[in-house]
Each structure stands twice: as structure tokens, then as C-alpha cells.
């Protein structure tokens, strides 16, 4: 059985027969999942084979970028366009109209972000993205044995008008992060602690610690998203749980894969796209991703 439900409104999340199909396999570590509605397909990276892909909505599975600079997590701006995680670049970018990419972001205070990991979009436009030093330390993400050069793990807050700040310094290993609301953020640290946090979120930028919101097991959050209603799809080491606003276990969806991330996309945005491992999966619901466009 592929759904396994802790409370019986699971299963109401998704429609009668539901169960996962893998669109894509062969990959090394895929990740970094976003559905781009301007180009209607969702792009994803294979980390360690320095590639993205792209599934169309007309079901067409294409890659999208060889080499990519190791990219990593994925976003759509406030503009629609899509923002990406470099490791190789140690940068966050832009993907212009015209495919090239612009550098938004690749040092603070004068000194060379680490290894940019995964970014959200704030309602205000802003860009929330964190930088552990996965792509310093390990070469099959882009590391070449370059030292890190800012003084921490952070979390960095792009803001529309250009200014880089870094609201968050209290984190281990920084990783997948989603705004649940204007004012409020969690976020994954998979390091030693693997749990995920909770920031509360204020109008000019700052994040102040509010506690654990929540840890799954086995494995530890890697990406997550949050759906219309407030409930949190996060990734985990047996497939996809989900859990109500609070932090609490609705359910879980395997996979025979550690899962790394998710995303809500598709013609009308119900389809929940998983990356797991190897594969590149899909499986249907009856929600849609919170959404700030």
C-alpha cells in the first residue's frame, strides 16, 4: 500500500486509486523541484551528474541544462521567472525570458557565499535562500576544495530592491525552506539536529527563532512545501509525510527511495512532483500549493 494514514482525512487528500508513477530514473541525486507556469513544466537538477530536466505538461521528459553549474534547489520569482541555487556558481540566479542567467546574489559583506542550497519566495517579493557548505565539501556537488569564506551556515533574504542581508545565523546545516505565511518561515537543518524550525517573520525582514516545529523519521527533512490549507509536505527517508499546520502526522506517502524534495505543479496545479534518489515521481491529490503569485 502506497498511502499510509495516521488520521483518516489523508486520505481525502487525494482522489480514489491514487498512487505514485516515476516519470524519470538513472539519476544520482535528483532535486531542487519547481513548477515554472510560464513555460508550463517543472524543472529539477540531478545534483551529482551536474544536469537539470524539465517534465512538460504535455508529458515530455527533456534535459534542460549540461553542464549546470550543480544546481540545486529551485523557485519561481515574483515575476514568474525561475530562480535557481548554484553550487558551482555560488550564487543564487535568474533565468531571463531569453534562457541566460543572471547573478543575483554571490557574496555578502565582500566575502563568497558558500554553496546556495534551496530558495522560497516571500509574499513581499523577497528571496529566502539558504547556503550550507554541501558544495564546498563535496566534489560530486561542485566542490573543488575552495574555502568558506563567509563566517557561517545562513540564511540569506534577498530583498526586491537588491539588498542582501542575512537574517538567520543560528543554524547547523540550513537547507529546504517554505513561508507557511507572511510571517512565518520553517526551515530544515540537516545537520546534526534534523529537525525543522519555525521563524517568525517580520515586515522588515528580520526572523526570530520561535522553536521546533517538527522532525520526521526515518531520515530528516530535506525539502518541503505547504499546500493551501496550511498543511506541510516534507521529504523524508522512506518517502513524503504529511503533516497538519501544527507540526502533527496526517500521513505518509513511500516511495523505495529516500525522498530529497516536492512540488506542486501541473495544468491545474493539484499534481504533487516528488524527487526521489534516483527517480523522478508524480503522484496526484485534491490540493494545491499555497501560493503567493
Known sequence: MTLHATRPEFLDLFPAGAAPEQLGSGYTWAEGPTYVPARTRVVFSDVRQNRTWAYTDAGELTEEMNPSNYQNGHTVDAQGCLIACSHGERALLRQEE????????????????????????????????????????????????????VPGCWVYRLSPDGTLSAPIRNRDMPNGLVFASADTLLLADTGKNGATYRYRVTPDGAATLEG??????????????????????????????????????????????????????????????????????????????????
Not at 531569453?98 to 565582500?110: N, Y
Not at 566575502?111 to 513581499?124: E, G, I, K, M, T
Not at 520526521?216 to 527517508?237: C, H, M, Y
Open 212 to 293: 521546533e516545529h517538527f522532525r520526521v523519521s526515518p531520515g530528516k527533512t530535506d525539502g518541503l512545501r505547504v499546500d493551501e490549507a496550511g498543511r506541510i509536505w516534507s521529504s523524508a527517508g522512506d518517502g513524503v509525510h504529511v503533516l497538519t499546520p501544527d507540526g502533527e502526522e496526517l500521513g505518509r506517502i513511500a516511495f523505495p527511495e529516500v525522498v530529497s524534495n516536492v512540488c506542486f505543479g501541473g495544468p491545474d496545479g493539484t499534481t504533487l512532483y516528488v524527487t526521489a534518489t534516483s527517480g523522478f515521481w508524480r503522484i496526484p491529490t485534491r490540493t494545491r500549493a499555497l501560493s503567493w503569485h
Open 98 to 149: 531569453d534562457g541566460t542567467w543572471t547573478t543575483l546574489a554571490s557574496a555578502f559583506e565582500g566575502q563568497r557565499l558558500s554553496s546556495p542550497n534551496d530558495v522560497a519566495l516571500h509574499p513581499d517579493g523577497s528571496l529566502w535562500f539558504t547556503d550550507p557548505t554541501y558544495g564546498l565539501t563535496k566534489p560530486e556537488e561542485g566542490g573543488r576544495g575552495e574555502p568558506m569564506e
